[in-house]
């Protein structure tokens, strides 16, 4: 069974620009579909972004399009969510999942078997 642990979350200021890490311990991520969810207090969990197996097909919400960007490197069993220009909206703690035989890509939570702990992302000045 596949175990999901994310890095990169932390404080920003409004503009600035976040890394997430997605990394798989005790398998491998090679033939799941992945994703990151997003939950922030009081509002129900939101896909941001997805990714199928191959990295040839994604996924990205209306609300990040154009400032976050989705990829994996199946190599190192990760996926990563580029964040760029964050906004105050963007703060919530964002979750990693995937899913096995994963050739498209899949957009509700539960559809998704597998799930890291979350890591907090605050953008404030």
């Known amino acids: 069974q596949v175990q999901l642990v994310e890095s990169g979350g932390g404080l920003v200021q409004p503009g600035g620009s976040l890394r997430l890490s997605c990394a798989a311990s005790?398998?491998?991520?090679?033939?799941?579909?992945m994703a990151w969810f997003r939950q922030a207090p009081g509002k129900e969990r939101a896909i941001v972004a997805a990714i199928n197996w191959s990295g040839r097909s994604t996924y990205t919400a209306d609300s990040v399009k154009g400032r976050f960007v989705i990829s994996r490197d199946n190599a190192k069993n990760t996926v990563y969510l580029q964040m760029n220009s964050l906004k105050p909206e963007d703060t919530a703690v964002y979750y990693c999942a995937a899913v096995q035989g994963g050739f498209g890509v899949y957009f509700t939570s539960s559809e998704y078997h597998y799930w890291g702990q979350g890591t907090q992302v605050t953008v404030s000045s």
């Open positions: 005790g398998g491998t991520l090679n033939g799941y579909a």
